[in-house]
């Protein structure tokens, strides 16, 4: 019987938590993989064991438990039966033999587990009886460092799971364990990597755009929505609320200086966002900024903007430089989206010189002149939203 055993690292130090993080990680892995065939998930000794049908195509499960957040690493494996009150180790060697006829090496070793203590084997033991088997049936020899294959087994109590394939789980939290959170997303190249940094550990991200209509076109949306839908497979379904943004931010143009415009479009977007975010019952919204990058990202400016906000506003690639973003941009698949052209509504009405140190006293005064609550009931009203799901 095929099998996927999917471990956990950071979930099994949760203490009385466990259970509730185990739980939302199968729940998130039935959804997952809910189009493939799958026969059963189920925790089990601090791993999942996910049954899949003789159809699924493992390279497509191999696929989306990649992108499962909580999951360190997996197994693609072969189920036999072990029974801790009677142990024999002979379907472990026999499955063992069979699945390395299957592959092309010449030296290899074991790694065994014990995931229920009772066995009257060590692991070293397990290692040694299945390694000369393979030898015997194959004539490959072993080799402790470095080998071309490594056979993974792992004894449960009623059941042994024999593996050549072992891969790599984003890491991180499951989807949800964290509540929920607002995400303000420009279609840039780091707001996706904020939100993705947030889910990763373990909230499930609701997103945000404001865009330039009715004085740009559609692409900054288009971009969006194209970036909602990478991000989706880590966290199923999605909500991307649409708030047109030009018109407020013409408004602001007719009623403030220049240099105080970038400013305060990031606090007006900040209000609307709130009061998105609050309906969506979000305990935080995130945003993307990293300290010094752009004007608008000075210690005295992000303070300003920060002060807009009653809900608490994360940053999290604050300290990181625009090297290492982009690299991650790359690695979660955002950054060749991000960097096609659009009419970003930030360029909308942008001033040559913005002011990089704005003063709190002085912007509310500014703001006095500007009737905040109808502006931010305006982007309300105008809100559009759409949903996303994966597997579709
Ligand atoms: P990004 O690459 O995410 O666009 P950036 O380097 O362009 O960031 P800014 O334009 O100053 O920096 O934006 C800082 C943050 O403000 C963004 O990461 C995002 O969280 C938020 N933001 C900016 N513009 C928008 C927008 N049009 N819609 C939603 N959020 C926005
Ligand atoms: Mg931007």
């Not at 403030?256 to 400013?263: H, I, K, M, S, T």
């Not at 001033?351 to 500007?370: G, W």
Request: net charge positive; proline share 5%.
């Amino acid at each position: 019987m095929r099998v996927a055993i999917v471990h956990y690292h950071e979930l099994a130090l949760k203490g009385r938590n466990r259970p509730f993080f185990e739980q939302r990680l199968v729940e998130h892995l039935r959804g997952a993989l809910k189009d493939l065939g799958l026969r059963q998930v189920q925790a089990l000794h601090g791993r999942i064991r996910v049954e899949l049908a003789a159809e699924t195509d493992w390279d497509v499960v191999r696929g989306r438990l990649a992108q499962a957040f909580g999951c360190t690493h997996f197994f693609l494996a072969h189920a036999v039966p072990m029974d801790v009150a009677q142990p024999d180790l002979e379907p472990v060697r026999t499955a063992a033999a069979v699945l390395t006829g299957r592959q092309a090496f010449t030296t290899f070793r074991v790694s065994a587990k014990r995931a229920d203590k009772r066995f009257p084997w060590t692991s070293m033991d397990i290692e040694r009886a299945v390694g000369e088997h393979v030898c015997a049936t194959t004539g490959k020899k072993v080799k402790l460092k470095a080998p071309d294959l490594t056979i993974y087994i792992e004894l449960a109590s009623k059941e042994a799971y024999v593996a050549v394939e072992r891969h790599a789980g984003p890491g991180g939290l499951p989807i949800g364990v964290s509540g929920k959170v607002a995400c303000l997303f420009s279609g840039g190249i780091d707001s996706p990597v904020a939100s993705y940094r947030m889910m990763k550990r373990g909230c499930r991200a609701m997103f945000v755009h404001f865009h330039g209509r009715p004085f740009v076109s559609r692409a900054s949306e288009e971009k969006a929505r194209d970036l909602v839908k990478i991000l989706t497979p880590y966290q199923l379904v999605s909500r991307l609320y649409l708030v047109p943004f030009g018109e407020i931010q013409r408004q602001i143009v007719l009623g403030a200086p220049a240099a105080f415009r970038v400013v305060l479009y990031r606090r007006m977007m900040i209000r609307i966002a709130e009061e998105l975010a609050r309906r969506e019952h979000c305990w935080a919204m995130v945003t993307g900024d990293s300290l010094g990058q752009v004007a608008s990202q000075t210690p005295q400016n992000l303070s300003v903007v920060e002060e807009a906000a009653t809900l608490p506003l994360l940053r999290p690639l604050i300290g990181m430089d625009k090297i290492e973003i982009t690299g991650e941009a790359q690695a979660i698949g955002t950054f060749e989206t991000s960097i096609e052209p659009d009419q970003d509504c930030c360029r909308l009405f942008v001033p040559p010189h913005p002011s990089t140190k704005t003063d709190l006293d002085h912007i509310r005064r500014i703001e006095r002149h500007l009737d905040i609550g109808a502006l931010t009931k305006q982007g309300l009203e105008a809100a559009e939203s759409v949903d996303f799901a994966f597997p579709r």
